[in-house]
């Protein structure tokens, strides 16, 4: 994402310093602020500059969100990537080191869960740059699993590596949005973490190792 102010300009230090300071009051509030009631006027005021200070440097609460959400795409692609790269899937230690993967991966939505559900949903609204960033957020994983199903030798039995891929992610995006909804269902958390490991373990390699 770029840096520049509105008009084009390069901000100096302190204006990139104001700028910072501009999303991560964004950030915070959508902690605690339904997405449709984000004001410029609150986050300016939160960030203790004025409303004509936010307009140098975005347009609306929307262009913030899309800088933030571009940031943690990037940040999250590679932290999923190395994730994946350092699990193990065969072998006495393949079934702790999915889990691992799987925990990490639930620590990484949790921990940005406010961007995440605006994200959701704008993409569930069709706004083609939001979905394009959520895409990109899980192409890398998404091919790294593929690429681990295909060099398993399809043992899954999968017809399409990436086809398998694309579920498995869809899974792990899937119970990270609902894990409100598990524990509301008396879940305990390691049954529910080691229940998607053992599927995930299945349709990357066609075995679970316990």
């Given at each position: 994402m770029s840096a520049r102010a509105v008009d084009g300009r390069v901000p100096g230090r302190r204006g990139l310093a104001t700028r910072r300071r501009l999303l991560e009051c964004t950030r915070t509030m959508l902690g605690s602020t339904s997405y449709r009631d984000l004001k410029v006027v609150d986050i300016a005021r939160e960030a203790g500059t004025s409303p004509a200070t936010f307009y140098q440097y975005f347009t609306d609460v929307d262009a913030a969100i899309a800088e933030l959400a571009g940031e943690m795409a990037t940040e999250g692609a590679t932290r999923l990537s190395e994730l994946l790269a350092n699990t193990t899937w065969a072998g006495e230690e393949a079934g702790d080191s999915v889990r691992g993967l799987v925990i990490g991966f639930l620590q990484f939505w949790e921990a940005n869960r406010p961007l995440m559900s605006v994200i959701d949903l704008l993409a569930a609204e069709g706004e083609g740059q939001v979905r394009a960033t959520r895409a990109d957020l899980l192409a890398t994983f998404s091919t790294g699993l593929a690429d681990r199903v295909r060099s398993?030798?399809?043992?899954?039995?999968?017809?399409?590596?990436?086809?398998?891929?694309?579920?498995?992610?869809?899974?792990?995006?899937?119970?990270?949005?609902?894990?409100?909804?598990?524990?509301?269902?008396?879940?305990?958390?390691?049954?529910?973490?080691?229940?998607?490991?053992?599927?995930?373990?299945?349709?990357?390699?066609?075995?679970?190792?316990?």
């Open positions: 398993d030798g399809n043992r899954s039995g999968a017809t399409s590596p990436w086809a398998m891929a694309s579920v498995a992610v869809t899974m792990l995006v899937n119970v990270a949005i609902q894990r409100e909804m598990f524990e509301a269902s008396k879940i305990p958390a390691d049954d529910l973490i080691d229940s998607v490991a053992r599927l995930l373990q299945a349709a990357v390699t066609g075995t679970v190792d316990a």
